[in-house]
C-alpha cells in the first residue's frame, strides 16, 4: 500500500481523549457488527462448508489494517505488503494466492475480500473475511491434492485484484475464476455473501462514525489496541519464562508415503517480547502438506492460545503484535519457497496449536493442556448421479479435544472457533449417502485426571458410483498426555465393500473409486489426558463408563475395578491403582506414546499391516535454503 495513502488517510482521523464507557458502547457494537457479519453469510451461502460448517473468518479493522475484532486476524497485513496500487471508495479487493499475500491465506481455496470502509471521503476502518470455497479446479475434486507437486496443480490462484472498483464489479475476472471451478454456482453465491457480509460491516462502521465522530470511531479503536496490548504484556510476563523452552511434533506422513516430518519450535522472553524460533523444522514437503504460515497469522494463534487458556476475559485482537517476534527459516515445512504446494496444509495447521501447547504449558505445567487439536480431516465426495447431474461434498471432521487442567476435554469437537458439524439430516438430503454411525468412540480419549475427549465415528454408506478423497493425520503419532496423562487413541479410515471385502486406508489418499453399498467407517483421533489417571474420582469413572464414554476394561486403565452389577468395587480399586503406580514411577510430563519414531514405524506396521512412511526426501535447494535461510 502505498505510504503517501495511508498517511493522506491518517493525517485527517486525530487521536482525541475518549471516554471509557464510549469505548465499551463501540466495543460492543463493533462485536455485533463482527457476527451479524456471520449472520448475512450464513444466510446467504450455498456450500455447507461456508453454510452449515462456517469456515470462515471475519473480521473489522482500523486504518492501519489491525484487526479490532474478529475470529483470526492478520489478513490485511499480509495484503498490504503483497499489493502497491491504489486504494478508493468502493474497492473491494479479492485473492486466492497464498504467495501474494505472504501467507494471509494459506490455500487457493481460501477467498480473501477486503473493503476499504469510507465515510464522507475519509477511510475509517476496513472489513475483510475469507471463506473455503468447495472447489477452485485443479487435478481433483475438492482442489486439494494429496500428491501434488506445486501450487499449479491445486487450482486457480488469483493475485490481489480489484473485484470491485469504485463499486463497480471487474465481472471479467470473476467469470474467468469462476470458469475454471467445478461448481460455478456454489462459489459466484458463497463471494456474493462475503461481499454482503462486508458491506453490512461497512454500513455499521458509517454509523457508528455518525454517532460518535470519525475521530472518537477512530480513537477508541485504538485504545481497544492498546487494551490489548497492556492485557498481553502482563499476560507474557506472567507466562512465559526467560529459560528457552523447547517442544517438537510430526506430521505423520505426507500423503506419498514419506514421513514423518518434524515442526520444531522454541520459545523465551526477552524482556516484554516474546520470541518464537522455528528452527530445527523439516524442510519443505515435495508434496502438499507445505504450510506457509505467516508471521502476523502465527502472532495471533499464539496470542489467542494463551488467552484462552490463561485469561479468556481478554478481548483478542491485534494490538499485542509488537510484543512477539516470529522467526522461521526460509524452505522449510513452515515457509516454503513457491511453486511448493500447499492445498494439504491442514495438518500442519492444526499441528502448530499442539506445539503450542507443548511449549507454553512446560513453563507452567498447572496450566498444561495435552495435544488434540492435531488435525482438521477432510472427506470429499464426488460424481454424477443416476440423474447425471454432478455432486460434491466437501466436509470436516473433528476429534477429542485434549484434556485440560480444569476439565475433561469434550468428545467429538472442534477446536476451531465458532465451527459446526454438517448436519447429517442435511447431507443426506443433498449428497447420495446416508450415515449410519455417528458416535463418539469409547476409551478414545487419552485416561487422565481430567479424560482427554473421545474421537468420532462416522459411518458413510455411499448410494451411487463415484470417487472420494480422504486427509487426515494423526494415524501415525499419537496425541501425546501431559502431566501424568496418556495419548489419546490415533484415527483410522476402513472402507467396507458391498461384497463383504474390506481395507484400511492411507490418512492421505485422493481417487479412492465407491460403488453403491460400500461402507467408509471414519474414526478420528482422541484427545490426550491431562493429570494422573489414578488420580480420577472414581465417581467421574463409573459416570463415563455409565454414559458409554469408557468400557469397563478401559476403567482399569484408571485404576478403577467395577463390579458385576456396574459398581465400584473401592477396596479392588485402590489395590490396583497401587500396583499401577508402583510400577509406573512418578508422572511424565509428556507422555507421547512411543520413544522413538523407529519403534512407532514398527509398532504401526504390525498394527495396522499398513506400510509405515520412509524418511523424508527433500529437494537440494530445500535443504539449502533452510540451512542458510536464503528465500
Known amino acids: 500500500m502505498p505510504a503517501t495513502i495511508l498517511q493522506r488517510n491518517k493525517t485527517r482521523l486525530k487521536k482525541v481523549k475518549v471516554d471509557t464507557v464510549t469505548i465499551d458502547i463501540i466495543e460492543s457494537a463493533l462485536r455485533n457488527a463482527r457476527f451479524e457479519m456471520d449472520t448475512v453469510l450464513f444466510r446467504t451461502a450455498m456450500s455447507p462448508g461456508i453454510r452449515e460448517q462456517h469456515d470462515e473468518f471475519p473480521m473489522i479493522a482500523n486504518v492501519d489494517g489491525k484487526m479490532v475484532v474478529g475470529q483470526f486476524g492478520s489478513f490485511i497485513h499480509g495484503f498490504m505488503q503483497g499489493y502497491a496500487g491504489t486504494i478508493e471508495e468502493g474497492d473491494v479487493f479479492l485473492t486466492n494466492d497464498p504467495y501474494s499475500v505472504r501467507g494471509a491465506i494459506s490455500h487457493a481455496n481460501d477467498w480473501l475480500l477486503l473493503m476499504p470502509i469510507y465515510r464522507r471521503g475519509r477511510l475509517i476502518a476496513w472489513s475483510a473475511m475469507f471463506g473455503h470455497m468447495t472447489d477452485v479446479g485443479g487435478k481433483v475434486p475438492g482442489s486439494l491434492p494429496t500428491d501434488a507437486r506445486s501450487i499449479y496443480e491445486e487450482g486457480v490462484t488469483t493475485p490481489p485484484v480489484k473485484i470491485f472498483k469504485k463499486g463497480v464489479l471487474n465481472d471479467d475476472v470473476l467469470k474467468i475464476m469462476l470458469h475454471n471451478c467445478r461448481l460455478p454456482h456454489w462459489n459466484l453465491s458463497d463471494f456474493n455473501a462475503i461481499v454482503a457480509a462486508l458491506r453490512t460491516a461497512a454500513a455499521r462502521c458509517v454509523e457508528i462514525g455518525e454517532r460518535f465522530g470519525d475521530d472518537v470511531f477512530h480513537s477508541a479503536m485504538l485504545e481497544m489496541l492498546a487494551r490489548n496490548r497492556r492485557a498481553m504484556r502482563e499476560l507474557i510476563k506472567r507466562t512465559v519464562p526467560e529459560k528457552k523452552q523447547y ?154 479435544i485434549p484434556g485440560k487442567p480444569f476439565g475433561d476435554g469434550p468428545d467429538g469437537h472442534s477446536l476451531w472457533p465458532s465451527f459446526t458439524n454438517v448436519p447429517n439430516e442435511f447431507l443426506e438430503s443433498y449428497f447420495p449417502l446416508r450415515i449410519e454411525t455417528y458416535e463418539t468412540i469409547p476409551d478414545s480419549g487419552g485416561p487422565g485426571k481430567n479424560r482427554g475427549g473421545n474421537g468420532l465415528r462416522i459411518g458413510y454408506r455411499f448410494l451411487e458410483p463415484g470417487e472420494i478423497s480422504i486427509h487426515d493425520d494423526r494415524w501415525l503419532t499419537y496425541p501425546w498426555g501431559v502431566n501424568g496423562g496418556l495419548p489419546g487413541a490415533r484415527s483410522r479410515k476402513t472402507l467396507m465393500r458391498a461384497d463383504g471385502t474390506s481395507e484400511l486406508l492411507p490418512s492421505k489418499i485422493d481417487h479412492v473409486k465407491v460403488e453403491p453399498g460400500d461402507l467408509l467407517i471414519a474414526d478420528t483421533w482422541g484427545g490426550g489426558g491431562c493429570g494422573d489417571p489414578l488420580e480420577r474420582e472414581l465417581d467421574k469413572v463409573k459416570f463415563d463408563v455409565d454414559a458409554g464414554l469408557v468400557t469397563r476394561e478401559g476403567a482399569r486403565r484408571y485404576g478403577v475395578v467395577l463390579d458385576a452389577g456396574g459398581a465400584v468395587d473401592a477396596a479392588a480399586s485402590a489395590k490396583l491403582r497401587a500396583e499401577m503406580g508402583k510400577r509406573r514411577g512418578p508422572a511424565a510430563l509428556f507422555d507421547r506414546g512411543f520413544t522413538s519414531i523407529e519403534e512407532l514405524k514398527a509398532r504401526c506396521l504390525a498394527e495396522t499391516g499398513l506400510a509405515p512412511p520412509v524418511q523424508p526426501k527433500f529437494s537440494k535447494w530445500a535443504l539449502k535454503a533452510a540451512s542458510t535461510g536464503a528465500a
Open 247 to 400: 517442544f517438537e511434533d510430526f506430521i505423520c506422513d505426507d500423503g506419498v508415503n514419506m514421513g514423518p516430518y518434524k515442526i520444531a519450535c522454541a520459545m523465551w522472553r526477552e524482556g516484554e517480547k516474546c520470541i518464537f524460533d522455528f528452527a530445527g523444522t523439516d524442510p519443505q514437503s515435495i508434496s502438499s502438506i507445505n504450510f506457509l504460515l505467516n508471521e502476523e497469522m502465527f502472532k495471533m494463534f499464539a496470542g489467542v492460545y494463551m488467552i484462552m487458556v490463561f485469561d479468556p476475559q481478554i478481548l483478542f485482537n491485534d494490538g499485542f503484535y509488537d510484543l512477539m517476534e516470529v522467526r522461521i527459516p526460509s524452505g522449510t515445512l513452515l515457509k516454503p519457497l513457491k511453486p511448493a504446494a500447499l492445498s494439504c496444509r491442514t495438518h500442519a495447521l492444526g499441528r502448530i496449536f499442539d506445539v503450542l501447547g507443548g511449549l507454553l504449558g512446560q513453563g507452567n505445567p498447572q496450566f498444561m493442556c495435552a495435544a488434540g487439536f492435531s488435525d482438521s480431516p477432510h472427506f470429499m465426495y464426488s460424481g454424477h448421479d443416476k440423474h447425471g447431474d454432478w455432486y460434491q461434498l466437501y466436509q470436516i471432521s473433528f476429534g477429542g
